[in-house]
């Protein structure tokens, strides 16, 4: 094997931790999508509120607008609230995770490339929840 080469274990560690970067970078991308949603829809709120009850309100459906009520249209709005929060969290907790993950993987591979073990494979993992 020539000095340039990579060992096979080593390369699939690395393939692995790239994986887990692009995993933590659609969540990131996904948290920046929901701040955009959560905003329009704080936005869209404030300024329902501001309506008088007798003004005529108009939802999208798709490409058109139907008429709706503004109590109605306060609690769609309030409810798309709650469920953006819930996403929140469920995200939050992702990036957590993933992450640690990285963390975990990095120590792993400095780990292996200190042990100087070049063409020798790594132990076979114990972790479970992979």
Request: proline share 5%.
């Amino acid at each position: 094997m020539s000095s340039g080469q990579m060992p096979p274990w080593l390369q699939e560690q690395l393939m692995k931790m790239q994986q887990t970067q692009q995993n933590l970078q659609s969540i990131m991308t996904q948290k920046q999508h929901l701040e955009i949603e959560k905003a329009e829809t704080e936005k869209a709120l404030e300024e329902l509120k501001k309506a008088g009850e007798n003004d005529a309100v108009f939802k999208h459906a798709g490409t058109v607008l139907i008429k709706s009520t503004k109590q109605e249209m306060i609690d769609e709005l309030e409810e798309k609230q709650e469920m953006a929060k819930t996403r929140a969290t469920v995200l939050e907790k992702q990036e957590d995770r993933v992450k640690e993950t990285l963390k975990e993987q990095e120590a792993k591979i400095t780990e292996l490339m200190k042990g100087g073990a070049a063409g020798a494979p790594p132990p076979a993992e114990e972790n479970p929840r992979k």
